[in-house]
């Protein structure tokens, strides 16, 4: 919190609060001597701490629309309806981003309030994409003539003119090539354009994760998050008036000896995930260990504000999509994903899916909004604890809040 600006704030308040008029009141008699004067102070509620959350989809909410995985009518798992990427009234401010209505800027905690810059899709750097398509601002300062900016002159911009307590960032996963490497791997399974086989035996896509291609994206990510913390500094923040969290990424998928579907063809078109088992241990035990390992590592080098890093690796273990323990929607026999414990005995990722609207390609293999959920209840701890520096996970406790969403603990 910027204590000097709260400060002359409060003291600009209370001076207009405090009142003093020599003529007496209206409607009353000049000569009542009974009358005494007083004075009343007025003292403001405390404005509201901001957390921003910038980077990719995984903090965006990407996916979060949905409760549960169906391929039968999509109404009982709509958790948020057909607005539920619109930032802003009827439209979203940056197309494609879906900056959900349920992310991890949207957060339960008291005086609180949540401001959702990131994007699905993002980058490290801001990218135009080939032609035609959309604009994906990274972690950087990027302007130009169409109105685009990047997210860390979006952070300068807002934080300027609000009190941000914490930066909450997630990014790394898309300068791996993640979209990309899920493709490949779903398509090796079901033989499409190629004979069937593991991505992960496939030269081009490990290479991807290679020691080289993980030094890249470090000094990336590196100079991303220090774009962020110079943002902070040009809209007039000391290191000590904020923190910045950075989040690794949850497992989506089970590994091999806990996936639930042993024969392809159910894993396929009943649990929408199609994925052999060498790809399944190897996503876990080499991809996403590589990426978390390549982000944690560039948010230790930086200085300046205190850094916390947040490991949700283990955020949706349980519930993982085709996991053990937990099924479809359709095969729970709820009549809704607002029946009571829902979110006890449902998956929180999204399905592959290969289908046509409602549900959009993009939101495959990203947590729904109970995996979201989840993951806000992380971030919430961090911020009521009032975590300092250093790593700390985050994973289910197996039960759910009074609420009905899932309950989770932090572990250093």
């Known amino acids: 919190m910027r204590v000097g600006a709260l400060a002359v704030g409060l003291t600009l308040a209370l001076l207009a609060g405090c009142t003093h008029n020599d003529e007496p009141p209206e409607g009353t008699g000049a000569s009542d001597t009974s009358a005494t004067s007083s ?21 965006s909410g990407e996916g979060s629309r949905w409760a549960g995985n169906t391929m039968r009518r999509a109404a009982p798992t709509d958790a948020l309806g057909p607005t539920a990427y619109e930032d802003r009234p009827g439209a979203e401010s940056q197309p494609g981003c879906h900056r959900a209505q349920e992310s991890i800027a949207t957060l339960q ?41 990047g997210q860390a002159l979006a952070l300068q911009g807002f934080a300027r003119t609000h009190d941000v307590s914490h930066v909450v960032v997630s990014i ?60 902070m500094t040009r809209a007039g923040y000391a290191d000590a008036d904020y923190q910045l969290v950075v989040l690794s990424y949850p497992s989506p998928l089970p590994s091999s000896n806990q996936v639930r579907y042993q024969r392809d063809q159910p894993r396929y078109d009943v649990g929408g995930c199609p994925f052999f088992d060498a790809d399944l241990d190897w996503a876990n035990d080499v991809a ?36 053990r323990g937990v099924d479809t929607f359709a095969a729970t026999g709820l009549a809704s994903w607002q029946s009571n414990g829902a979110a006890s005995i449902l998956e929180w990722v999204n399905r592959i899916y290969f289908t046509v609207a409602p549900w959009q390609l993009q939101e495959s293999l990203h947590p729904n909004y109970w995996g979201m959920r989840a993951e806000q209840r992380c971030v919430e701890l961090v911020i009521s604890q009032r975590l300092s520096s250093g790593r700390v996970g985050c994973r289910p406790t197996g039960g759910l809040t009074s609420a009905g969403t899932p309950a989770m603990r932090l572990a250093r």
Do not use: M
């Open 288 to 323: 996403l260990a590589t990426i978390n390992t390549t982000v944690g590592k560039a948010a230790t080098a930086v200085t300046g504000p205190d850094v916390v890093r947040l490991d949700l690796s283990r955020a949706l273990e349980g519930h993982r999509l085709c996991e």
């Open 172 to 231: 790394g996963g898309n300068d791996f090539g993640f979209g990309p490497v899920v493709a490949r791997c779903a398509l090796g399974f079901l033989g499409l354009f190629s004979p069937r086989q593991p991505c992960s035996a496939d030269p081009d896509v490990t290479a991807r994760f290679s020691v080289k291609q993980a030094r890249t994206v470090g000094e990336h990510a590196r100079a991303a998050f220090d774009r962020v913390t110079k943002a």
């Open 109 to 149: 905690l008291p005086n609180v309030r949540g401001k959702n810059l990131a994007c699905s899709g993002a980058t490290t750097r801001s990218s135009a994409g080939p032609a035609g398509l959309r604009f994906k601002p990274g972690l950087d300062f990027h302007r130009d003539a169409d109105g685009n900016r």
């Open 39 to 59: 004075t009343t102070v007025t003292v403001p509620p405390e404005p509201p701490q901001w957390v921003v959350t910038v980077g990719d989809s995984y903090i």
